[in-house]
């Protein structure tokens, strides 16, 4: 009988807890809207700080209290444990939405001999100075085993010039020489089909891109600007 009371007693803290941490999301999902970008489609959960719940919205981690009062911006560090709990759970939630972009829905440049050592996801824009001098670094990368897969992000939004070029370019009959020649100023056959520049942009609006060329590894990690191959490897081999 003893055992069955425990039974019961554990299965109502369970409820309870999980009743509170619902009511908490709701309260902070409400405090919210109209307060930060992308309040209504933020992922909410409990924090692994006591009384504080998480917001991930627009590429952006908050940490907000239980009543939806107080917001907190920034990394946040476990200091007994001497770790930092933002960096990680960020990089968790950019390689899931990494990850869930096919590689038919990018324009991949791999390695030849197929022997890939590691891979990045570049957001690039077709008339952004240092992506075109990344492009121009291509074959280093390549021969280094560097996998480039790159995603579409018109600094100027998906009704600009720029975007226009992405479009060219992935409506191309050879995608990757069409991104070759736009990037080295030579003219693209402007054409119009179903592409994914929008949402490319999305993404990396959602992952909190803001400038070009943005690095991505396939765990999350961000590696801003641009990174000559020599370099870019030296990164990659201490993360």
Not at 125 to 136: A, G, L, N, S, T
Not at 148 to 170: D, I, M, Q, T
Request: net charge positive; glycine share 6%; aromatic share 8%.
């Amino acid at each position: 009988m003893k055992m069955n009371s425990r039974r019961l007693v554990a299965a109502l803290l369970v409820s309870l807890v999980s009743v509170v941490a619902t009511a908490g999301e709701a309260e902070v999902r409400k405090a919210l809207v109209g307060k930060i970008i992308g309040a209504e489609k933020a992922q909410i959960q409990e924090a692994p700080i006591p009384g504080m719940f998480e917001v991930i919205a627009a590429g952006q981690l908050y940490y907000v209290t239980a009543d939806g009062r107080f917001l907190f911006q920034g990394n946040a560090f476990d200091l007994v444990a001497g770790k930092d709990l933002t960096e990680p759970r960020m990089n968790e939630v950019r390689a899931q939405q990494l990850n869930s972009v096919d590689d038919a829905q990018a324009i991949v440049f791999s390695p030849k001999d197929g022997k890939v050592k590691s891979r990045i996801n570049v957001f690039t824009d077709i008339d952004c100075h240092y992506c075109r001098e990344m492009h121009k670094k291509m074959a280093g990368y390549l021969e280094r085993g560097i996998e480039v897969r790159y995603l579409f992000f018109p600094r100027a939004g998906v009704n600009s010039p720029s975007a226009k070029k992405a479009e060219a370019v992935w409506c191309a009959d050879d995608r990757q020489k069409s991104m070759t020649d736009a990037k080295a100023f030579r003219q693209v056959e402007q054409r119009s089909c179903a592409n994914p520049v929008a949402a490319h942009y999305r993404l990396g609006k959602e992952l909190g891109v803001r400038a070009t060329p943005t690095i991505m590894t396939d765990s999350g990690q961000v590696i801003p600007g641009f990174r000559p191959p020599e370099a870019l490897e030296q990164i990659l081999r201490q993360l």
